[in-house]
């Protein structure tokens, strides 16, 4: 033991002299510092160009409103009025009607015309500035189709308006008075009271979202974004309630019996959504940008960690054996499996510092250009309680359980560095295996979702989305999009996959024993 | 010295070593005593290293066993090799890190190597000053010299040189010398050291083991090797007809003729034969110019005994 340790602190030596290494080190640092600046940069651009056109704005608008103006002229020409009396239960209704003579394609043009007009008369925009607010937005949407729909039912003659137009007439004159309402009083209960009427959703799921979401935003102050994120985790949350309500679970738009696991999975991300819901703790507008800019930051961070690492778990034994140097290693009185172990372990040691560093520096990076707070914390379920962990603790632990598969990595390219003794060819190789580990997406696109598929090395090194399968729910993105190995996720168990891999490590060492520790060096 | 009430440092015995179908050792087997310098003489291809670098850990043989300080290589490995030390071909270590860096490391892997000793054995090699330069910046023959302090750092019982003098100047040859001998008749230690040349052997080594093609064919000291050399037999006949020369002489003393030149042959008898050999061939018709005997010099012995072939199998 004494031994490893004495050979593992030597190999600590020789790391830390090469040159190449802190090379990619220091290139390490500077990117991922770099890259959540470099997505502040590309957001305020785009900030920057959305202002500058001003969308939503009373100069938008008015531009819009001449537009149609100089196609239509006077709107006013196209109208005639006349009383019409309609008989509705046995009561007569006196209607002060409106007959439009329109061609069909102009209805549109006439319909937005008119609400111009009364936009620009009537709303305040200084007061409810429609860009980038969710209410303002629907509302002005719902605002223009009912009025549409008023004037396609104006087009009617009015010899043939009969009682059955006149009911139509009462909705669509009742949906455009809420629209009205939502729209130029920014009213959340008439909106709410629209998509009542207008929801033909299964369950009623719209009507659910948009009333979840007026309790927890009852002014509408909501920008889109925000208000997607709480309308996608409602979405998520309606639907796996019905899912274990029914025993059912959709995968790829299928249904399938529900596991015992999956439940266990759906009730927690469950609980999860409603505590993020209710605590206001969802994804944010915010949270979302850093969650990018700290992601991207150490993904690329992790790329070049995982370079440096094949390089030197690559050449760890074949450039000794090219300069000769692996001669004071043989000559002293160790067993070669030791020196093996020892070279392995200062291998993992640096993968380890280096997942510690790039969580470091993109936490850092991440907090000065967007903010520290901004950083979502994880949170699991733990006890039948949801539980947070702070970011950069979970950032770590997620290096960590992909260090599992990027040990794979690594002894693969031990391996071949034992077996073949020649540097070029094992970093070569195991590069190749590195940037193909998407490969089994790949064959998934290429032969569809196959039982053998799962079976594949590759299917078992995404652990990281088998040890954390809520991480999604806390505004990260997932493996695949985070860069890292493994790519797909396959549905077998973890422990099967921490049996697989725990077998190919036993398989790559025996090969590797086999290539170093038995074979003679010359 | 080698008496055989001394427990040798390190036996070698039946070792065989195949490559592939080469036979690079063939059934080797010797020992070395403490207190002496072994001298291993061989010609190019002859088995030197690949007999040290089994010694060292780095070949596996095929057949026998190796037994450093009493402890068998096979079963006692780390007990086996704490006992030795060496170079191999050539010394060649960490080229980035400094020389005193390298021992540092070196020292770690094994038991009670103080700072004081890394420093004593950089002095004894002449390296003091320079220990703190990358290896990278060293010449040929200061590597040389850092190989042999990293071999004696941990105090070897075996210590074991494969052409050390490779690349030292005549000032390192004779530091090396006086370090080797005092080493060994000082302190004990059992050298082992390879080389093709005798005249550096002689010099410095009190036995000599000799072997061509994988085949320990001699081991002796060096006083009977020169005694042998004084002692040498050989004598050359001129005669007009060497070839019919040769086949009467064969006959009587078989294998014992060598070099059949135009007018010459050599053959190997002992002086008091002279007489009856040359009486033989006047008998037989063949007429006598002259008989030589022939100066005879280590190399010749060592040639003769190797066969003397250029060519390398
Ligand atoms: N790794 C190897 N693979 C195959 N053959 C080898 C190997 N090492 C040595 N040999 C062969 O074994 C024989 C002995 O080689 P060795 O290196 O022991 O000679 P040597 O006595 O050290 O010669 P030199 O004086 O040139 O150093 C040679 O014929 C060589 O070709
Ligand atoms: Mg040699």
């Not at chain 1, 819009?64 to 009561?91: A, C, K, S, W």
């Not at chain 1, 329109?102 to 006439?110: G, K, P, R």
């Not at chain 1, 806390?474 to 996720?489: K, R």
């Not at chain 1, 422990?495 to 170093?516: E, N």
Request: negative net charge.
């Amino acid at each position: 033991m004494s031994k490893i340790f004495a050979l593992y602190t030597n190999e600590m030596i020789k790391l830390s002299h090469r040159l190449s290494v802190w090379i990619l080190v220091i290139l390490m640092v500077i990117t991922s510092f770099s890259v959540p600046f470099l997505v502040k940069g590309a957001l305020n651009s785009s900030n920057n160009m959305s202002e500058e056109t001003d969308a939503f704005g009373k100069t938008d608008f008015t531009k819009r409103r001449d537009t149609v103006m100089n196609e239509l002229g006077d709107p006013n020409r196209y109208v005639e009025h006349e009383t019409l009396r309609f008989t509705i239960q046995n009561e007569t209704v006196e209607l002060f009607a409106t007959r439009l003579h329109l061609d069909e394609d102009q209805v549109h043009d006439y319909s937005n015309l008119c609400c111009y007009n009364a936009m620009l008369a009537n709303y305040n925009f200084d007061q409810y500035p429609i860009y980038d607010n969710w209410l303002s937005k629907e509302a002005l949407q719902q605002y223009f189709m009912a009025y549409f729909d008023l004037c396609q039912l104006n087009l009617v003659p009015f010899g043939s308006r009969n009682s059955k137009w006149f009911q139509s007439y009462v909705s669509a004159t009742e949906i455009l008075d809420l629209s009205k309402d939502a729209f130029f009083y920014h009213d959340y209960p008439s909106y709410l009271a629209i998509v009542e009427k207008t929801d033909n959703s299964t369950n009623q799921l719209e009507t659910k979202i948009v009333r979840r979401l007026s309790e927890l935003d009852p002014e509408g102050k909501l920008n889109d974004t925000d208000a997607g994120y709480i309308q996608e985790a409602v979405r998520m949350y309606e639907t796996y309630s019905q899912n274990l309500a029914m025993g059912v679970d959709t995968v790829n738009g299928s249904y399938v019996p529900l596991t015992e696991s999956r439940r266990e999975q759906l009730e927690n991300s469950i609980l999860i959504l409603d505590y993020q819901l209710t605590h206001g703790c969802l994804t944010s507008k915010e949270t979302s940008t850093a969650m990018l800019g700290r992601q991207y930051s150490q993904r690329a961070g992790r790329f070049l960690l995982i370079i440096m690492l094949v390089i030197i778990a690559g050449s760890s034994i074949s450039l000794e054996m090219a300069t000769g140097s692996i001669k004071s290693l043989i000559i002293a009185p160790v067993k070669r499996w030791k020196i093996f172990t020892a070279k392995l372990l200062s291998i993992m040691t640096w993968a380890l510092a280096g997942s510690i560093l790039i969580t470091a520096v993109s936490t850092l990076a991440t907090g000065i250009a967007l903010g520290f707070s901004s950083l979502s914390p994880y949170y699991y379920v733990s006890g039948g309680t949801v539980q947070s962990m702070p970011d950069y603790l979970f950032t770590l632990l997620f290096f960590l359980a992909d260090n599992i598969s990027l040990f794979i990595y690594l002894l693969a390219a031990f391996t071949i560095s034992c077996l073949t003794r020649n540097t070029g060819i094992s970093v070569g190789i195991s590069t190749g295996l590195v940037l193909t580990g998407g490969i089994s997406s790949t064959l998934t696109e290429l032969f569809g979702q196959k039982r053998w598929i799962d079976f594949l090395p590759f299917s078992n090194m995404n652990l990281v989305s088998k040890i954390f399968p809520y991480y999604k729910l806390s505004g990260y993105l997932d493996a695949e999009d985070a860069g890292l190995f493994g790519i797909t996720n396959n549905s077998l168990p973890l422990s099967f996959s921490l049996w697989y891999l725990a077998i190919l490590v036993f398989i790559l060492l025996l090969i590797a024993y086999d290539g170093f520790v038995r074979r003679d060096i010359q | 010295m080698a008496e055989s009430a001394v427990k040798p440092a390190l036996q070698i015995q039946k070792v065989t070593k195949t490559f592939g179908r080469k036979t690079a050792v063939d059934n080797v087997s010797f020992d070395l005593y403490p207190g002496e310098v072994f001298g291993f003489l061989g010609p190019n291809g002859a088995g030197k290293t690949t007999i040290i670098k089994m010694v060292m850990g780095f070949f596996r043989p095929n057949e026998g066993t190796i037994i450093i300080n009493g402890y068998n290589r096979k079963t006692d490995y780390e007990a086996a090799m704490s006992s030795i030390g060496g170079i191999v071909e050539n010394p060649e270590m960490y080229n980035s890190l400094s020389a005193r860096l390298n021992l540092k490391m070196y020292a770690r892997l094994h038991k009670g190597v103080t700072e004081e000793r890394i420093n004593e054995v950089l002095e004894l090699v002449g390296l003091l000053d320079r220990a703190d330069d990358p290896i990278k910046k060293y010449s040929l023959g200061m590597k040389q010299r850092i190989g042999l302090a990293q071999a004696m750092l941990h105090r070897p019982k075996v210590l074991i040189l494969d052409e050390p003098t490779n690349g030292l100047d005549p000032a390192g040859i004779h530091l090396l010398r006086d370090i080797l001998k005092k080493l060994a008749h000082e302190e004990g230690v059992a050298v082992m050291v390879s080389s093709h040349l005798l005249s550096e052997m002689q010099l410095m080594c009190d036995r000599i083991g000799i072997i061509n093609h994988g085949k320990l064919l001699r081991i002796c000291s060096i006083e009977d090797l020169m005694h042998q050399a004084e002692n040498s037999s050989v004598y050359r006949i001129k005669t007009s007809n060497p070839s019919k020369a040769k086949e009467v002489l064969s006959e009587k003393y078989p294998n014992r003729i060598s070099n059949v030149e135009a007018d010459t042959l050599d053959i190997e008898i002992e002086e008091s034969q002279i007489n009856e050999c040359v009486r033989t061939l006047v008998s037989s018709g063949s007429d006598i110019l002259g008989v030589q005997k022939l100066e005879s010099s280590l190399e010749d012995v060592f040639l003769e005994i190797t066969g003397g072939g250029t060519k390398i199998e």
